[in-house]
């Protein structure tokens, strides 16, 4: 074998491993899904097995579905406004802190340790009708039977602010670290006030991990299904509830894959139109 | 255009102190160079005239005015950085306008004036551009522009140099040199690089552990330097521990080791008070290697030469004369003295310069 073929070999060699993975676990699953979508289920046998078009028909023209599809989007948005209006503040804070950075992001880090389910859950803890604060408004008597905090749209959002907040922050951080601190200082210079600077220099660039950390929170808040779950009452389920309505409760496959891939698509081509404007390397900086 | 006085400037960071009390006076108009090697606390010194730092103690005045507390936007500074710190997000149009918009400058002469500022950094047609799209050596001409425009009572540049490589550098300092001459205005500049503090400056400060060891102009620093810091940073010099035999109004005597009894002039040995331990200090291109000894009055001692560096039209030797190390450096004629050669070496007195010991 010449050195030229060997050496263009390489690199797919040492990839195997990886490529294996991704293949077996996220194509192949994948690929089984989208063929689910097909199929039809039967009431009493097993699924029939063909190529039907009745479970996209449903999803897509479905109103509840279109309602729910909607209603998901814009509690992923209200969530992602509020990460960001959040997030930022933070993010800069920990950027311009000496010394306790490293302190800084690893407190960040640290709710990822507990798994979203038990932090999801803590808020009936606090927000229930015998959690800390009805326990702390009845004992100083300013109510006197529990107020009902939970189960709305509310507590969904702030479910996933708690859960969310960690990947905007991260993402501002990572941009607004890269930003030489000269520029602020050259803009102060010149003229502008802390506030003009910042305003003019630091904020537009540290948009790409703005818009990162956006996406981040968007798709995996649009995907979620435990926190409307846990937090939300009937009339919050999400998208995700569907699939998990369709698959777990109703044991229909050929449905939830339908419905699992139309929210595929939808937040897939939010994915794209990303990408094709900043790019996906910004987003990865900031997992890494 | 502004002069500049530190009065008792004084900047501890927790219990490290980056600058000493030190007080500075620069006259309107001029070019003063803080010269140092790194952790001098020569660019402290330029952020606490900028207003990025606060002394902990002590005044600063600019145009007479105390300026400790007046904020940096307000200063009217023109501040250039090491690494250009150019606004990659704007045009380098927009980079120059930048300070003329706080300014309530019209937006005609907006236009005017950044034209007439890229002229003058000789990059007339480049405003469209992204500062990415220019070479290190351009950006910096456009940080320059940028903090010219504004028309600064005092420009300051923080290594503005260092950055370029070696040939692009001297070109920009004589470019610089040529742009603060035009436009006369008060400059301080900040650097570890001896050859830019002694080409540009009216006057270099010397820093060393947040201390001014000496304050002269260029040939002054050089030719006599205060303290042996000065004498070792600017430049190679010999310095030669011994003692002053004979101090008096037309200078004096000292011995030393080699070359024996040498008498200083006066006006290099300003430092000294008297007699008692001294060092004598000898630019190493003011020792020559000669083949047979000089017939002009000049000091001469054998030697032998240790070591050649090869520099083009001059060589670098390390020599030893007794026991003792010297370096010296000599234009080449025909070819430069071998490795091991014998050799006569000479110094004048006039070339000799004398420090307290």
């Not at chain 1, 859950?121 to 015998?130: E, H, V, Y």
């Not at chain 1, 479910?159 to 890269?178: E, K, R």
């Not at chain 2, 190493?284 to 070591?307: H, Y």
């Amino acid at each position: 074998m010449s050195v030229e073929a060997r050496e263009k070999r390489q690199p797919w060699i040492l990839l195997s491993p990886a490529l294996g993975a991704v293949t077996m676990l996220l194509l192949v699953p994948l690929i089984f899904i989208v063929v689910y979508s097909f199929w039809l289920r039967s009431a009493t046998g097993p699924d029939v097995v063909g190529f039907h078009l009745d479970n996209w028909e449903s999803t897509l023209t479905d109103p509840f579905y279109r309602f729910i599809l909607f209603n998901t989007l814009k509690i992923a948005a209200i969530t992602t406004v509020i990460c960001a209006l959040l997030g930022y503040p933070a993010a800069y804070f920990i950027t311009r802190s000496s010394g306790n950075k490293m302190l800084l992001l690893l407190l960040l880090m640290l709710p990822f340790w507990i798994s979203y389910i038990i932090r999801t859950m803590s808020w009936i803890n606090i927000l229930g009708s015998s959690g800390a604060v009805n326990t702390f408004l009845m004992s100083i008597g300013l109510i006197s039977s529990p107020i009902q905090m939970l189960y709305n749209e509310v507590t969904v959002i702030l479910g996933l602010v708690h859960f969310l907040l960690p990947f905007m922050v991260l993402n501002i951080y990572v941009s607004l670290d890269g930003i030489d601190t000269n520029l602020e200082d050259a803009a102060t210079s010149l003229g502008a006030t802390r506030w003009q600077s910042f305003l003019q220099v630091t904020l537009p660039l540290s948009l790409p991990g703005l818009a990162a950390g956006g996406l981040l929170c968007f798709v995996l808040g649009a995907g979620t299904y435990i926190t409307p779950l846990v937090l939300g009452g009937p009339q919050d389920a999400m998208f995700a509830n569907l699939v998990f309505e369709a698959i777990i409760t109703q044991l229909n496959w050929p449905l939830g894959s339908a419905l699992s891939m139309a929210l595929l698509l939808v937040l897939g081509s939010l994915v794209a139109i990303y990408n094709r404007f900043l790019g996906m390397s910004q987003l990865t900086k900031g997992l890494g | 255009m502004s002069s500049v006085q530190l009065d008792n400037i004084v900047k501890r960071f927790g219990a490290f102190t980056a600058v000493e009390k030190t007080s500075l006076s620069i006259p309107e108009g001029a070019f003063v160079t803080l010269l140092g090697p790194s952790g001098c606390g020569k660019t402290t010194t330029l952020r606490m005239i900028a207003g990025l730092l606060d002394p902990t103690e002590g005044d600063i005045i600019i145009g007479g005015r105390r300026v400790n507390d007046l904020p940096i936007h307000k200063r009217n500074l023109g501040l250039v950085f090491q690494n250009y710190a150019l606004f990659p997000h704007k045009t380098v149009a927009e980079n120059v306008a930048f300070g003329l918009r706080y300014r309530n400058v019209p937006k005609a002469d907006i236009t005017r004036r950044v034209q007439d500022a890229l002229d003058l950094v000789q990059l007339p047609d480049v405003g469209a551009r992204y500062p990415k799209a220019l070479s290190g050596g351009q950006q910096q001409r456009i940080a320059l522009a940028r903090a010219i425009v504004i028309e600064p009572d005092v420009l300051l540049l923080d290594e503005p140099l260092s950055a370029l490589d070696a040939n692009l550098r001297e070109d920009m300092r004589v470019e610089l040199k040529r742009i603060q001459a035009r436009i006369g205005v008060t400059t301080v500049f900040v650097t570890h690089d001896q050859s830019e503090a002694l080409a540009m400056s009216d006057q270099i400060v010397v820093m060393s552990d947040g201390r001014v060891e000496q304050v002269g102009a260029p040939q002054d620093v050089y030719n006599t330097p205060a303290s042996e810091f000065v004498a070792r940073f600017l430049g190679a010099s010999n310095i030669l521990g011994g003692q002053c035999v004979a101090h008096g109004a037309d200078g004096a005597t000292l011995e030393v080791p080699v070359f024996g009894k040498i008498a200083v002039p006066a006006a290099k040995a300003p430092h000294l008070q008297g007699q008692g331990p001294a060092k004598l200090v000898i630019r190493a291109e003011k020792l020559f290697l000669r083949d047979t000894p000089p017939q002009d009055g000049a000091i001469t001692v054998p030697a032998t030469v240790e070591a050649v560096d090869y520099q083009g039209q001059s060589a670098r030797y390390f020599l030893r004369a007794g026991d003792t190390a010297l370096q010296a450096i000599n234009m080449i004629e025909g070819r430069p003295f071998d490795q091991g050669a014998q050799v006569h070496l000479s110094i004048h007195p006039h070339d000799c310069a004398a420090l307290p010991g």
